[in-house]
């Protein structure tokens, strides 16, 4: 089979959505098929984050980013306190503001696509959309296509999604557009490479000179607004002056890095704080190991990548009380606090730091959850089953 991929980021950002897609397909590539990928680079061609050996790339070209002004957004965003009533006007201003950058992003890369690439459509068996439903129902005309949706969308969008041939999705997603769509949207799971990220010692509390004493609280993924890093900064604020014993270790970037380093700018100092920020996703494991506990505050999140990597090396989570948070949290591996609140999330750090039995349980099991429901082995095999009833 002959698979075309659009995926504009898969080149540029190491999102969950973006290693969704390199994971897949490179099992999927094993299944003996050919993928090729269609995503954004500069004017030049060059794109910072590898392209898997088994996926042969196809470079748009240009002037790209979907993170135009965002840095300007938080840079105002952290000069209004978070007690301020003005805060929760001003949130919503600035995630639709960022909404609308990123549309504006994904209807160029559309017709940037449908132009360079209108001749080719038919020497690929199908296609696979990575989140552009406009897109999706476009290129559904020519070939067969499959959407993958990583987050939900409003039953508005009905009408296109009913002339895309498959609709994929998992964890809150899922369950939100079944709602309207019903048995045309289809599961197609996270999977985790356990060869990669499993359980064991790490060098990195010692290069960091914390002991294997100290409580770490680790965050990895985007620093950006949604996934709520500030949260976490604010409630770390509010427990570093009370135990010695916590430290906060935030691995990735983004637009949120500047107002995050400024505003933990003396627990950095002090050496209770460390950001790491550009880690390759090969690089992952061993600052998973260093944490005691994997917090995951976003304002929303589907089903977090991040978190299962962190149970897959043995990790509990605790997260946001919003999306697929809740599935994770049922499955006996962590917790959850109120979604938006930092004193709420000081308050629930504190409860599971005194927790130890509750904290060895849960990554015990944590392990065990990811290898029962979670293989990329089994993800490829669903989506080579679906497009194959498709042609």
Not at 60 to 85: C, M, Y
Request: charged content about 20%; proline content about 4%.
């Amino acid at each position: 089979m002959n698979v075309l991929v659009l995926h504009s980021e898969l080149g540029v950002l190491r999102g969950g959505g973006e290693n969704f897609t390199r994971n897949l397909f490179t099992a999927f590539a094993r299944r003996g098929h050919r993928v090729s990928a269609a995503f954004v680079t500069n004017r030049r061609g060059e794109y910072p984050i590898a392209i898997p050996e088994a996926i042969k790339p196809i470079p748009i070209r240009g002037w790209w980013s979907r993170n135009l002004g965002k840095q300007t957004l938080s840079a105002i965003g952290r000069r209004v306190p978070v007690d301020n009533g003005f805060r929760p006007f001003w949130n919503r201003v600035q995630e639709g503001i960022s909404w609308r950058v990123s549309d504006w992003h994904a209807r160029r890369f559309q017709r940037r696509v449908q132009r360079e690439l209108a001749s080719q459509w038919m020497g690929f068996d199908s296609v696979y959309v990575h989140g552009d439903v406009r897109l999706a129902r476009e290129i559904a005309r020519y070939r067969p296509t499959v959407l993958r949706l990583p987050g939900p969308v409003s039953a508005e969008m009905k009408p296109l999604l009913d002339q895309i041939q498959a609709v994929c999705a998992n964890g809150d997603a899922l369950a939100r557009i079944k709602e309207f769509l019903g048995d045309h949207a289809i599961e197609l799971p996270v999977g985790i490479d356990l060869d990669l990220f499993n359980a064991g010692s790490s060098t990195v509390r010692a290069q960091l000179g914390w002991s294997e004493n100290h409580f770490v609280i680790g965050y990895a993924g985007r620093l950006s607004h949604i996934k709520g890093v500030d949260i976490l900064a604010s409630a770390f604020r509010q427990l570093a002056g009370k135990n010695q014993n916590f430290r906060l270790l935030i691995v990735g970037d983004g637009e949120e890095q500047g107002p995050i380093k400024a505003g933990l700018s003396r627990e950095i100092a002090a050496g209770l704080v460390h950001l790491e920020p550009g880690v390759e996703h090969e690089r992952l494991t061993a600052w998973y190991q260093a944490m005691s506990l994997m917090v995951m505050p976003s304002r929303y999140e589907n089903f977090s990548n991040s978190v299962l990597e962190a149970l897959a090396c043995g990790t509990p989570v605790l997260g946001a009380d919003v999306g697929g948070n809740r599935i994770i949290a049922q499955s006996g591996v962590g917790w959850l606090f109120e979604t938006g609140s930092s004193t709420a999330l000081a308050t629930k750090l504190e409860a599971v730091f005194e927790d130890r039995a509750g904290r060895a349980t849960h990554g015990a099991l944590a392990r065990q959850y990811v290898e029962s429901h979670h293989l990329w082995s089994a993800t490829a095999e669903t989506l080579e089953q679906l497009m194959e009833r498709l042609l």
